[in-house]
């Protein structure tokens, strides 16, 4: 589920931009069928592919902000609604082609998936960056985005911890409960850069069988022999 949630934020924040470098850049990575139905798609759109994602993200944008604010009973629908009605007509009014629906629309999902909120809100004003970034040098810009993201977080503390710990810097013994959660008797020790006392309560946590039946029944019949 963590590794699953990981790859919706990756979507949520360069999906958009991926597409936007590869119809404008990188035509040769994609396969040929695939890439001449997009250019069918795209024949009639008279915007860039930039221009293109940047409407439709705006758009969605507006439709949820609205859907915030109207009444709770009303306000999903009328985003659903929105969406779908937008978007069916401006792909028959040829002002967007409908892998770029597809694409927001699929993004919008992965931000919804996003557990944390605050980050899902972080992600959505990323992309239009990282969708600059697409627009200006294809995938090489999305790559200087991503380092430039990366080297700014490694750079914060939350009191006084690094935001990135145990990545950057990083501490093998505490990334048992990172990307990958391991069992709980195998998390044998807390963050060292938390607190002090790093050793947890416990040393034999694994969950051992009974050693044989014998010894089970040699219970069972001293407890008869003790109630008699």
């Not at 007509?89 to 082609?97: D, E, N, P, R």
Request: proline fraction near 7%; include cysteine.
């Amino acid at each position: 589920i963590r590794l699953l949630r990981i790859f919706m934020f990756m979507i949520s924040l360069i999906a958009p931009a991926t597409y936007v470098a590869v119809t404008t850049f990188h035509q040769e990575m994609v396969p040929t069928t695939l890439i001449v139905a997009i250019a069918a798609q795209r024949e009639a759109v008279p915007f860039p592919a930039f221009v293109e994602a940047l409407l439709m993200e705006l758009t969605f944008e507006i439709l949820r902000e609205a859907g915030i604010r109207l009444p709770k009973a009303i306000g999903s629908a009328v985003s659903i609604v929105g969406a779908l009605v937008i978007g069916q007509a401006a792909v028959q009014a040829s002002i967007v082609s409908p892998a770029m629906v597809i694409i927001v629309s699929i993004t919008a999902i992965a931000s919804f998936a996003t557990p944390s909120f605050d980050m899902a809100i972080s992600a959505r004003l990323i992309r239009f960056l990282f969708m600059i970034g697409a627009a200006t040098f294809g995938f090489y810009g999305i790559i200087l985005c991503l380092l430039m993201m990366v080297v700014h977080l490694c750079s914060l503390r939350s009191f006084g911890v690094p935001y990135m710990a145990p990545f950057a810097p990083f501490i093998p013994v505490n990334n048992g409960d990172t990307i990958v959660r391991l069992p709980w008797w195998t998390l044998r020790q807390r963050p060292r850069l938390i607190t002090a006392n790093t050793v947890r309560e416990g040393a034999n946590q694994y969950p051992h069988p009974p050693a044989s039946r014998g010894m089970v029944n040699r219970d069972f019949e001293e407890g008869d022999n003790n109630e008699a």
